[in-house]
């Protein structure tokens, strides 16, 4: 396995860090990372959202290897230090989503590989909640899953719905499929967003640590999506909720701040999944991981007594 580096002095994660270049199927090059406790319950699958990279969670990987887990995690294809496919390399874009499903086997490749053991489980943010319950639905191989904020839909005004659908082929027709996607730029959200007007935590500390990484990790930082990753996500999401759902138990959690993705798509998901249930957290704004330690707690903790129900 090819070694690649890591940014310990930002990720505040456990010293133990095995990270690693590996190439999917379809040949991109990914950076994936993983950690393992002494005698772990199990394995964590950590799938984050677009724009993230490895070193952002590693506060989080800290509580969770903590309480006995294993995680792995990666940076899809087109962000943090995996491939970038776009000239523009700050583009986020993807020819079809189902593409993200070959990086979800290059992780479980590389669990099985290094003997990372069972029960998994999985924790899926927002892009990640998307790619998550695809996964889902074609047997990945945990025995429950965790959501945060999932993208099952993307927060827009009613009338703007319907451009999601007519705008990428008009721009494919067009040659402009690239373009980034109207209302969105190349440069980094927290770079260009003062805390007050932020969308992702109500917490200044840690607004102010992500900002840190901003300044220090350029190389990581990701703008905008094409109008095709729009319309392409947009198409998911419909091809998910028409999905039966999966059986395993499933908890979900969003925030009353929500404002990235929507928060009617997620209860409609939930309507009929026997097995799902949906938390809300009082104040919480889209990334629940980087809260306010009250809320972040509660999400540590309910997730990790949810899945002691495997061990």
């Known amino acids: 396995m090819e070694p690649a580096p890591f940014r310990a002095d930002l990720a505040d994660a456990p010293c133990n860090a095995q990270v690693v270049f590996r190439e ?3 040949g991109v090059r990914l950076r994936l990372g993983w950690w393992a406790p002494e005698n772990p319950k199990g394995t964590v699958y950590l799938f984050h959202g677009r724009t993230e990279y490895i070193e952002k969670y590693g506060k989080v990987v800290r509580d969770v290897t903590n309480a006995g887990w294993a995680v792995i995690t990666l940076d899809w294809r ?22 993200y499903q070959h990086d979800v ?19 899926a943010h927002s892009m990640g909640g998307c790619i998550g319950l695809g996964a889902l639905c074609a047997r990945l191989d945990v025995e429950r899953a965790v959501f945060s904020a999932p993208m099952w839909g993307i927060e827009m005004p009613t009338y703007a719905r319907p451009l999601t659908y007519i705008l990428p082929p008009v721009a494919r027709i067009l040659k402009t499929e690239k373009a980034y996607a109207p209302g969105t730029r190349p440069t980094n959200y927290v770079s260009d967003t003062g805390f ?30 094409s109008v095709q990753w729009v319309g392409e996500a947009t198409l998911e999401n419909d091809r998910l909720y028409r999905l039966p759902r999966p059986p395993i138990p499933v908890l979900t959690f969003v925030g009353t701040q929500e404002m990235i993705v929507s928060v009617s798509a997620i209860e409609r998901m939930h309507a009929d999944w026997e097995s799902g249930e949906l938390r809300v957290i009082q104040g919480a704004k889209h990334e629940v991981m980087m809260e306010a330690p009250a809320m972040r707690n509660r999400f540590l903790s309910e997730t990790l007594e949810f899945f002691s129900a495997t061990v």
């Open 196 to 225: 007050d007007e932020n969308m992702l935590t109500t917490d200044p500390d840690t607004y102010a640590w992500l900002g840190s990484h901003a300044a220090s990790a350029p190389e990581f930082a990701l703008g905008g999506p």
């Open 78 to 99: 087109g962000q943090g230090l995996s491939d970038r496919l776009e000239e523009d390399e700050r583009l986020g874009h993807v020819t079809k989503f189902s593409e």
């Open 24 to 26: 999917t199927e379809d």
């Open 105 to 123: 086997h290059a992780v479980q490749s590389l669990a099985n590989e290094v003997g990372l053991p069972s029960p998994r489980v999985l924790v």
